[in-house]
């Protein structure tokens, strides 16, 4: 989650130390009507009226309306309906946790 700062312990832009991944082909990712607030989106991911903070999303991940997602790293592609909350949950908080589908 340090990668999501503003200014994270690790550069993903220092041209001294690149980092290599292997090419995917994929579009880039589209956000429509969204808030993002120092969040990392992979390529191929649609975002559709989601509110994100402190975040990683994950290649192909598809995101939707009204979706809540706080303090997150979500590496699988994720299938989000519409009013889903995704945070960290303690045993104390865990009613308003939901399970998340792998979009197939």
């Given amino acids: ?8 312990p690790f550069d993903f832009y220092d041209g001294a130390r ?10 880039a990712s589209k ?6 607030h120092n969040a990392l989106i992979s390529e191929g991911c649609l975002l559709q009226g989601a509110d994100i903070d402190r975040a990683v999303i994950g290649i192909r ?6 979706a809540r997602i706080r303090n997150s790293l979500l590496i699988a592609p994720i ?18 946790r939901h399970r998340l589908g792998l979009d197939h």
């Fill in 1 to 8: 989650m340090a990668l999501c700062q503003p200014i994270p």
């Fill in 18 to 27: 690149p980092v290599y991944t292997n090419p995917r082909f994929l579009p």
């Fill in 31 to 36: 956000l429509e009507h969204c808030t993002v």
């Fill in 61 to 66: 991940s598809r995101i939707g309306k009204n």
């Fill in 79 to 96: 299938a989000m309906k519409p009013w889903t909350r995704c945070a960290p949950a303690s045993p104390r908080h865990s009613a308003g």
